[in-house]
């Protein structure tokens, strides 16, 4: 890249690292001992894929190992490239082994946008040690990469940068006067940049996007020294990870439900509040709590289904922002209610019958007999109403003769459902009014 166009590129893009040293973070990967620092600087490089968030240094590691490889290095998009783009790749791979007996290193940046018959094309070339493959990724390989292409590949895995690592990248950013903002003189106070490090929630180039508008913010008013004022106008507000179709997205309704479950509102609210400002689709939000209310409520409080699918209807009915309060209140009942996965689990074992057995008949004397034929087959014959007898129960076999034992159903001792146990003991039914 020429000065003039160094110049003009964004800060992030001209303070990339260049060597493995001046990466910050990824210590485990490519600290003295880290094994993709040992891959790289033997030049002995096998197919892997880099998952991490935003900003953490996926392509710069990727232009790193570009600059150390002894292979013929071609980047490749998954944005605008198709089969036909791959496979005029790979025939240039398979000419370069044959002439020079070096393989090709291709690096597939976003590789989850490539559907399945994109990625199988490369396949053949990774066995047989044509190409080495190398993606990048924000999303889990589990779930975006098939399973026969990331069987043949590593996953090196970056983590977030911390707070600490994002104020190293932003003080070399205002100290370097070769690539960074060294020329304009400012300062920066060490609480500012963390400051600014929290706002960027682990992402160097949203961090230094922001430093970058922060000074040209600063100049323009003459100051020599950047002011709070100047960062939280360039951010506006913290940058929320999330994705509504993602690993982020099901690692936070996950978060969600299981500290309601913990009976933990607290954290239930911070995990709310963390989707719903990222722009999470309410109606979504409203019904995993509707499921939550059934798998991990239940009768131990009935009245919890009743609070979730109130919010529910609240969010269809008056939208957001107003709703935001409805989906709080939810929270805060379903995880202050008494727990039971008793419904739960009863459905799972019906379910379990119901599929894996054969379809058992439905009973005689369950059937209804509307014409003479159906009563003269013994249809309704020995069925009793229950109404009939004084706890309105009576002794009659319901389940198929091969299912008669089976108990779906366990109520536990806690909230309203241990009501519920007295009552199949031969008590009255309860009233879930009373609980």
Same mark, same amino acid.
């Given at each position: ?15 990339r ?10 210590? /485990? ?6 094994? &993709? ?6 030049? $002995? ?16 590691? #990727?232009?790193?190992?570009?600059h150390?490889? $002894? ?12 089969? /036909? ?5 790979? !025939?240039? !791979?398979?000419?370069?082994? @044959? ?5 090709t ?34 999303? @889990?390989?589990?779930?975006?990469? @098939?399973?026969?292409?990331? *069987?043949?590949? /590593?996953?090196?895995?970056? #983590? ?15 100290? %370097?006067?070769? +690539? ?27 961090a &230094? $996007?922001?430093?970058?508008l ?8 003459g100051r ?18 999330? %994705? ?33 400002? #990222? ?8 019904r ?39 989906? #709080? ?7 202050a209610?008494?727990? *039971?996965? *008793? ?11 119901? =599929? $894996?057995?054969?379809? +058992?008949?439905?009973?005689? +004397? =369950?059937? @209804? ?67």
């Amino acid at each position: 890249m020429t000065q003039a166009r160094l110049s003009q590129a964004p800060l992030a893009d001209r303070m990339r690292p260049r060597t493995l040293d001046e990466l910050v973070g990824q210590e /485990k990967l490519v600290g003295p001992d880290g094994v &993709l620092r040992q891959m790289i600087e033997g030049d $002995n490089l096998y197919s892997f894929v880099l998952w991490g968030p935003p900003g953490v240094g996926k392509t710069t590691l #990727a232009r790193i190992i570009a600059h150390h490889t $002894n292979s013929k290095w071609v980047p490749f998009s998954a944005v605008v490239s198709g089969i /036909k783009e791959i496979k005029a790749v790979m !025939a240039e !791979a398979e000419a370069f082994m @044959n002439l020079e007996g070096r393989r090709t290193i291709l690096f597939v940046d976003e590789i989850h946008r490539f559907n399945k018959a994109q990625q199988d094309a490369f396949l053949p070339y990774v066995e047989s040690g044509t190409i080495v493959l190398v993606g990048a990724t924000t999303e @889990n390989p589990s779930f975006e990469i @098939n399973s026969a292409l990331l *069987s043949r590949m /590593k996953v090196f895995v970056l #983590a977030e940068l911390t707070p600490e690592h994002l104020v190293i990248i932003l003080k070399r950013a205002l100290e %370097d006067r070769e +690539h960074g903002l060294g020329a304009e003189g400012l300062t920066a106070d060490d609480d500012l940049l963390r400051l600014l490090s929290t706002y960027a929630s682990g992402d160097a180039r949203t961090a &230094l $996007n922001s430093l970058e508008l922060a000074v040209m913010l600063a100049r323009r008013q003459g100051r020599g020294q950047l002011t709070r004022d100047d960062i939280t106008r360039a951010v506006q507000q913290a940058v929320l990870k999330h %994705d509504k179709t993602g690993e982020n997205h099901f690692n936070l309704i996950s978060a969600l439900h299981k500290s309601i479950r913990n009976s933990d509102a607290d954290a239930g609210l911070y995990w709310l509040a963390r989707m719903l400002e #990222a722009g999470e689709d309410p109606v979504y939000v409203a019904r995993r709590l509707v499921r939550f209310a059934c798998e991990d409520v239940g009768l131990a409080a009935p009245q919890a289904l009743e609070q979730a699918v109130a919010a529910m209807q609240a969010v269809q009915l008056i939208g957001m922002p107003e709703a935001k309060l409805a989906l #709080a209140q939810a929270v805060i009942y379903l995880a202050a209610a008494p727990k *039971s996965n *008793s419904v739960y689990a009863a459905y799972q074992g019906a379910q379990s019958d119901a =599929l $894996n057995t054969i379809q +058992h008949p439905v009973p005689l +004397h =369950l059937r @209804n007999a509307p014409t003479t034929l159906m009563k003269d087959l013994g249809y309704s014959k020995g069925y009793r109403y229950a109404h009939d007898y004084e706890l309105g129960k009576a002794d009659m076999q319901c389940l198929p003769d091969e299912l008669k034992d089976r108990r779906y159903y366990r109520p536990t001792s806690r909230g309203f459902e241990g009501k519920l146990s007295q009552a199949r003991a031969g008590s009255a039914t309860p009233d879930p009014a009373a609980s």
